[in-house]
């Protein structure tokens, strides 16, 4: 459908809704709720210093990682927004080592949905005022019964009915797929809103950066080595050394990936015991990007197979992720396939 932008995203999803004469609006208003608690974790990551809520609390999460204040913050303010919402039956949280139920005033009327949440991602980089984001899917639940369960989530890639992620920049962007292409909005601050800035966003078929943590190095395999070290040569599809850029934070490294090309990846760590399957979670991370990633044009793999096409078995279950153009994925792929 056309796309004008300065539209309010709450006003294109209401437009996207009416393409749908069957629906009820209960979807949308999980957006609405997403976007509204994402402005508020937007105002206090940019008060941070001065609202005293930077720093661990001295805890560490399910993921054994530091848990830092703000990670706390935009945890309970989007699982708050989220059980305030009747269509919402269960959360899973990168933050929560269980399912969360939410709490309905209608019993009889149970949610129809489930949303899996990283409510703030690259928490390492929130101390020193790198760029951070909240990564979420919204699946249809597909169990019987009241409280629905685990399985609600635990559905391949392909079953999402949406997934986003906002960047908490030099300015705050919400980025959002619903399967019909993959469009950006950029939150005004005078106005409260955020407003459509980037229609029918198109990833670049081939880029020239590629995005990885190369101090893990000596520990990936033989071939992701060899690919590698390909990159820096110039036998790659760029014809050229490509270039290294690697923030440590998912959401702006796979953004900067969207715009620009290229290619970000986080293989295997073989020296890594208390990861053996990876290190990026599947449900809060690799699945909600690679379906954006896929609507704007690229492609997301672990390696060999489709992102999308995996069905986890657990709720905190990692994966390795290559993401980003095409041929840039394929070529990645070419390495693994030997």
Known sequence: MPTRRGTTSNRFIYNEQRQFPEATGEFSEILTQIILAAKVVSREVNRAGIAGILGAVGETNVQGEQVQKLDVFANRHFL?????????????????????HTDHDNKHRPGKYAVAIDP????????????????????????????????????????????????????????FSVGRGVHGFTLDPSVGEFLL??????????????????????????????????????????????????????????????????????????KDPKNPRGKLRMLYEAAPIAMIAENAGGLAIDGQRRILDIKPKSLHERTPLFVGSEVDVNFARSFQDR
Not at 239 to 266: E, M, Q, W
Request: hydrophobic content about 35%; some cysteine.
């Open 80 to 100: 708050d927004a989220l059980s305030d919402n009747c269509h919402v039956s269960v959360i899973a949280s990168e933050e929560n080592e269980e399912l969360i």
């Open 120 to 175: 703030l991602d690259g928490s390492s980089n929130i101390d020193v005022n790198v760029s951070i984001g909240t990564i979420f899917s919204i699946h249809r639940r597909i169990t019987d019964g009241q409280d629905g369960g685990a399985d609600d989530v635990l559905q391949e890639g392909t079953r999402q009915l949406a997934a986003g992620y906002v960047l908490y920049g030099s300015s705050t962007m919400l980025v």
């Open 197 to 270: 800035s980037h229609p029918n966003i198109q990833m670049p078929k081939q880029g020239s950066i590629y995005s990885i943590n190369e101090g893990n190095f000596p520990y990936w395999a033989p071939e992701v080595r060899e690919w590698v070290v390909s990159l820096k040569g110039a036998h790659n599809p760029a014809g050229k050394p490509n270039s290294l850029r690697y923030i440590g934070s998912l959401v702006a490294d796979f953004h900067r990936t969207l715009f620009k090309g290229g290619i970000f990846a986080y293989p295997l760590d073989y």
